[in-house]
């Protein structure tokens, strides 16, 4: 955590920045070495965890992606030429 509040604190000045784990969380993600090359990963206060069974659920999984796939289809399908 303490390497995490030290990137956040360098990334942004801002009281309200530098207190938020969650951003501690994304700026160690994407500055850490030791992550390097790595990808598809669940991180939770700068420590890799297990994702929700939720998460790992298949059907879930494709039911959101048929969905997203609709929504952009719509999004897409509004605009003008």
């Known amino acids: 955590w303490n390497f995490c509040a030290r990137a956040v604190f360098a990334w942004s000045n801002s009281p309200e920045v530098v207190n938020s784990k969650t951003a ?3 700026v160690y993600c994407a500055t850490a070495a030791e992550l390097e090359g790595l990808g598809g990963m669940y991180f939770n206060n700068c420590c ?3 994702p929700s069974a939720e998460a790992r659920n298949e059907l879930t999984a494709a039911a959101l992606w048929e969905l997203s796939e609709r ?5 897409l399908g509004r605009r003008s030429p």
């Open 24 to 26: 501690a969380t994304t």
């Open 48 to 50: 890799r965890c297990l």
């Open 71 to 75: 929504l952009i289809r719509e999004q």
